[in-house]
């Protein structure tokens, strides 16, 4: 049977919830936890409960369902209890509690959390498909089309759950039934908690190993999809089994700070609701202790505990509006910590959440308290993620058909969406279990913007890489560079929350994607469909390459249709623009590597020979000379205005591109002096011209001209060269 437990009294790693010494608990509003063995007895009692109507074993979850439902229809829960209750009758659990208990206790987790009828329904038969004789069909037929799916689908996730070699195979088959409907695992994150709540008498190698897999791969998921009521819980019930120690230190903690006299959350709290009171701002305001791990990373953090540290305050409103009321509020009449605002209201997280965050200090002692600021429809979607949202086969409402894509359909996220995708691709169960741990461990997003006003969602760290296939995706192996926030960046650019990235194609839809860009690739879409495509296109040799890319261009760096001096010898360096040195008469040198011009911030150094050689203030060689301990010597430019500029340029590869260009620098009457152009590197190619121009002025209308060339997708300047270079 899948629900292995045990009595929670007995021995072994028991969660703080089901000892009852979590100090903070009173603080908190919640429903007392249910006595599951009373639960147990009451599903014994047979057929004269039942005539009665809704049976009394599940009166507990009737409850907690009209709370959040108070319309619902009761009769399909009536009747899945008889169902799993006769189904189950007999057995008995390794606790010797009757099974029926483990059903009814996963169905009231969900219950509580606010699922709709269906979702209960199929909970309350989650286990009767692969335990007793009750088939698929059975249920259809009785409960319909949307309870047999779901039971079908938590049914195929029970059978190898534990086995190290079964585990990538499962929870393929758990992501793909997860993405038709979110409900199944849902499901299966409750059933988790239940089974993880009552874990005390299996063998310790048991218990490790299914609070690694637990907090792997279930934690993670929970995390996604927005469940933070379970993710809180199995995050302490993991932490008891896994670091037990630490647990029962931290638990210690948690005790001397409930045994204080003094609580400065609650004289904080008292002190916002009068500032809110004075404003005339209606909100409800909670304590909200910290569950045992959050409290252990804090300490962790901060070293000694401050009483503040051991929870948070939570201020709920009923607009959006209001939050930010409260907000303004808050930091005008309260010190605030500036640094820890945050604003997830504007910019929701990945997995729906929606809040501001905010910290005031204390004026007593300086304690620092963080206070979290929703709606209450927020708070809902906070605490129970996606399985607050209802049921994903009604009718969209019209706030979800308005929202953009990532954000259309609740049960779905955008980020489940994505790894849907990439998983289909994996070429092994191997990969994908790899992969799928690698994707869970990234849990923070950021958000890009592209140049239509669309948005892309990618985890923290992602690249220029990432973002192409994010957006592309097998068309993204014809990339050949990227501008972020307006400047031309490189594919392996890591990008950051609010940047703006403009993708650039190459012309060719046959191309192949550099094999560098593996090293770039922070997505799984990205890695996969990398290796697939290099897998199916092997590297061609060298002559081959040349060919694909039409007349090659040879790798000296000087271009045969570059202009060359007149005669081998080294050329006389043309004028350039006057820079006059403090003292006067020394020789004067432009640096080759920023290439600076008029209007350029300038500064010089002394070097051999008594040449004083010219650097762009934001050179990086400027940087490692001061360093040095170098004395830098006054320069500023003269009255001459000519300047000799090195410019790079960008473009595709085409017929006759150098020509055109060198003919357009030459009308702006630049005079080149060097050009030097690389082979292409997958329809790109990279060029570098120095010029002198008579006058500075003329420089950008110069830049100007050579983008308005015919495949040139930039010009710049030379940059200066980073340090160490």
């Keep these: 049977m899948n629900a292995e437990a045990v009595n929670p009294t007995s021995p072994g790693p028991v969660p703080p919830a089901a000892t009852g010494a979590v100090a903070p608990t009173p603080r908190r509003k919640a429903r007392p936890r249910i006595d599951l063995r009373r639960l147990g007895r009451a599903a014994l009692l047979g057929s004269a409960t039942r005539s009665r109507g809704l049976p009394d074993a599940i009166g507990h979850v009737v409850e907690a369902h009209r709370a959040h439902h108070p319309d619902a229809d009761l009769d399909p829960l009536r009747r899945a209890y008889v169902l799993a209750e006769s189904s189950h009758r007999g057995q008995m659990r390794k606790s010797g509690e009757p099974y029926i208990t483990h059903p009814l206790a996963v169905t009231l987790i969900l219950a509580e959390l606010g699922a709709e009828t269906t979702t209960l329904t199929a909970s309350l038969l989650h286990d009767t498909v692969e335990d007793t004789e009750v088939t698929l069909d059975q249920v259809g037929e009785e409960f319909g089309a949307e309870v047999r799916y779901l039971v079908d689908g938590v049914t195929k996730l029970e059978k190898v759950d534990y086995g ?171 010190t605030p910590v500036v640094s820890e605002f945050k604003d997830f209201i504007a910019v929701p997280k990945f997995n729906l959440y929606q809040s501001l965050h905010t910290a005031v200090a204390r004026a007593e002692d300086g304690q620092v308290v963080e206070v979290l600021i929703r709606t209450h429809q927020m708070h809902k979607v906070a605490e129970a993620g996606v399985v607050a949202l209802g049921n994903p086969y009604a009718p969209p409402s019209e706030e979800q058909s308005a929202g953009d894509g990532e954000r ?103 191309s192949e994607p550099s094999r560098e860009w593996l090293e770039h690739a922070h997505t799984p879409a990205a890695r996969i469909a990398i290796q697939r495509r290099l897998a199916a296109h092997p590297e061609p040799a060298p002559e081959a390459e040349e060919s694909a890319h039409g007349p090659a261009v040879p790798e000296a760096h000087t271009h045969p249709d570059a202009p060359r001096p007149a005669s081998d010898a080294p050329p006389a360096r043309p004028a350039a623009a006057d820079v006059l040195v403090d003292p006067p008469g020394a020789t004067v040198r432009l640096a080759g590597c920023c290439t600076p011009v008029p209007p350029d911030e300038i500064t010089g150094f002394a070097v051999r020979g008594g040449v004083v050689t010219v650097h762009r203030a934001e050179c990086a060689v400027v940087t490692r000379m001061k360093s040095a301990g170098r004395a830098e010597v006054g320069v500023r430019w003269g009255e001459s205005t000519g300047c000799r500029v090195t410019l790079l340029a960008e473009s595709f590869g085409r017929p006759h591109l150098l020509a055109d260009l060198t003919e357009a620098m030459a009308l702006e009457g630049a005079e080149i002096v060097s050009a030097t152009v690389e082979p292409p590197d997958r329809q790109r190619v990279r060029h570098s011209y120095t010029v002198v121009l008579p006058d500075a002025a003329r420089l950008p209308a110069l830049m100007r001209a050579m983008r308005d060339v015919a495949g040139v997708y930039d010009v710049s300047r030379a940059q200066p060269q980073p340090t160490g270079s």
């Excluded at 209606?282 to 401050?306: C, D, M, N, W, Y």
């Design 164 to 334: 190290t070699a079964a585990e990538p195979e499962t929870f393929r088959k758990m992501l793909l039934a997860t993405g038709n409907d979110v409900r199944v695992m849902s499901i299966k994150l409750a059933d988790r908690l239940h089974n993880m709540r009552t874990l005390g008498v299996m063998r310790r190698e048991k218990q490790e190993r299914i609070a690694k897999v637990t907090r792997d791969v279930l934690i993670p998921l929970a995390e996604r999809l927005g469940v933070q009521a379970l993710k809180s819980e199995l995050e302490d019930l993991v932490f008891a089994v896994m670091h037990p120690e630490e647990y029962a230190h931290t638990r210690e903690l948690v005790h001397e700070n409930a045994a204080r006299a003094d609580d400065p959350l609650a004289a904080v709290a008292d002190e916002v609701r009068g500032v809110l009171r004075e404003a005339g701002i209606q909100a409800e305001l909670l304590i909200r202790p910290r569950h045992f791990v959050s409290v252990h990373r804090v300490s962790r953090k901060r070293g000694t505990l401050r009483g503040a540290d051991f929870g948070r305050l939570l201020v709920l409103v009923q607009e959006d509006a209001d939050c930010y009321a409260v907000l303004g509020e808050l930091h005008t009449c309260m």
């Design 408 to 510: 259309a359909d609740p049960t779905r996220p955008g980020w489940l969406s994505r790894l849907l995708d990439w998983q289909r691709g994996a070429p092994d169960p191997d990969t994908f279990w790899s992969t799928l741990r690698e994707d869970l461990a990234q849990d923070r997003e950021i958000t890009v913007f592209r140049p239509d006003g669309g948005t892309l969602g990618l985890p923290e760290g992602a690249t220029c890489v990432d973002a192409a296939y994010a957006q592309y995706g097998e068309d993204a192996h014809a990339t050949i560079g990227a501008r972020v926030n307006g400047r031309l960046a490189t594919m392996s650019t890591v990008l950051r929350d609010g940047d703006t990235v403009q993708l650039l194609m190459g012309q060719d839809p046959a």
